[in-house]
């Protein structure tokens, strides 16, 4: 992070639990990356997912998500965390961005403080939230055997 910064690059931050990979969660991706030259994802931690999703979730483990998250092209590095939110990973890294989904406002999102307190910036990105990894296990759930 500190060679890239020095490098001139904008670096953005965004996280999720990304169970599932969909193409909301592509589109949201594709728009981070686009608001900078490297894009790290923060990947809430197996433990952390259970916590706030209920223990069935999450369907894969998290060295298989941070696999298959490092494996798309607008992914440049991968950390696991097991707070409720990223404000550490911000305070440690100090992205220039911090990238959320639409389904937040920019004054709602949690970090805001933390984020502003290093002179960064907070960038909506993706799509309405009209996909989620909770519909595709419906419908997998409702095709007949």
């Not at 994802?41 to 998250?69: C, F, H, M, T, W």
């Not at 097991?82 to 406002?105: F, I, Q, R, S």
């Amino acid at each position: 992070m500190a060679a890239a910064k020095a490098a001139g690059q904008r670096v953005v931050f965004t996280n999720g639990t990304f169970d599932i990979i969909h193409v909301g969660h592509i589109r949201s991706l594709q728009g981070a990356r686009a608001e900078g030259d490297l894009l790290v994802v923060g990947l809430n931690s197996d433990a952390s997912v259970r916590s706030y999703k209920g223990p069935q979730l999450p369907i894969q483990p998290q060295a298989e998500r941070a696999e298959v998250l490092a494996a798309l092209r607008y992914v440049d590095y991968v950390t696991v965390f097991d707070e409720p939110t990223v404000d550490v990973l911000l305070k440690l890294l100090e992205p220039h961005v911090h990238a959320k989904g639409t389904e937040y406002d920019p004054k709602t999102i949690p970090e805001r403080e933390t984020v502003l307190s290093y002179g960064g910036e907070i960038a909506i990105v993706g799509d309405s939230k009209a996909h989620s990894t909770s519909w595709l296990i419906q419908r997998i759930r409702a095709l007949p055997e």
